[in-house]
Structure formats: C-alpha cells, structure tokens
C-alpha cells in the first residue's frame, strides 16, 4: 500500500519561500507515472499546482504556479518537493500531492490516485 506523507507547511509572510515535502513510502515503486502536487482553497474546488511525468511529457504548472513554483522529485528519497517561492495570499491553501502508480490509473481518474493527507500553507500579507 502507497503512503503519502506531505510536510513544510505554515505560516509565511507575502514574498517568502516555502518547500513543501511528500513521502511515499511502502511501495516497490521507484518511479511513477504521474507525480503531482493539488491545493484547495477555502470554498474553491481542487486544483493541480505541478506535476512531473514519467513518459517524457513536459513539466506541468498551473499558470499561478509558472514562474513561482518549481517542483521535483528525489528518486533515492522518494520524495517529491514544492518549492514555492515569491508567495502570495492568494496561496493559501491546504496542499495535497498525488501519484499515480501507471497510465492506466491516471486516465480513470482522481479516484485511482494515491493521496496524502494535506499540508496547509498560509500567505499573509
């Protein structure tokens, strides 16, 4: 069974930097299909931030995230990182990251996904 970990959440001031970090752990996986990083705001739906592909497919980043955010992953950690600098309030947000194990699973959906149970990032003012 898959676990995903988030940490490095807080509470930061508008144009600081934060890294958040995602565990997995309890799989003979090394690599993934899919990689990715959600937020959810206060009374807005899940939206993806960025995410990395194994087949090759370009780095994807949401266009709030383009620019800010950079995300990557540790194979030997098996961690996957957000860095997300230049923050703003609009930021703010509980932060979720995904994987899928195989294509497959990615195209059936969210439901397929491994996900962990959230790191809240506050951006003030």
């Known amino acids: 069974q898959v676990q995903l970990v988030e940490s490095g959440g807080g509470s930061v001031q508008a144009g600081e930097t934060l890294r958040l970090s995602c565990k997995i752990s309890g799989s003979a996986y090394s690599r993934y299909y899919f990689m990715g990083w959600y937020r959810r705001a206060p009374g807005k739906e899940r939206d993806g931030v960025a995410a990395?592909?194994?087949?090759?497919?370009?780095?994807y980043y949401s266009a709030a995230a383009k620019g800010r955010f950079y995300v990557s992953h540790d194979v030997a950690a098996s961690t996957l990182f957000l860095t997300m600098s230049s923050l703003k309030p609009e930021d703010t947000a509980m932060y979720y990251c995904?994987?899928?194990?195989?294509?497959?699973?990615?195209?059936?959906?969210?439901?397929?996904?491994?996900w962990g149970q959230g790191t809240q990032v506050t951006v003030s003012s």
């Open positions: 995904a994987v899928f194990v195989d294509y497959t699973d990615y195209t059936r959906g969210a439901d397929y996904a491994y």
């Open positions: 990395i592909f194994s087949d090759g497919q370009p780095t």
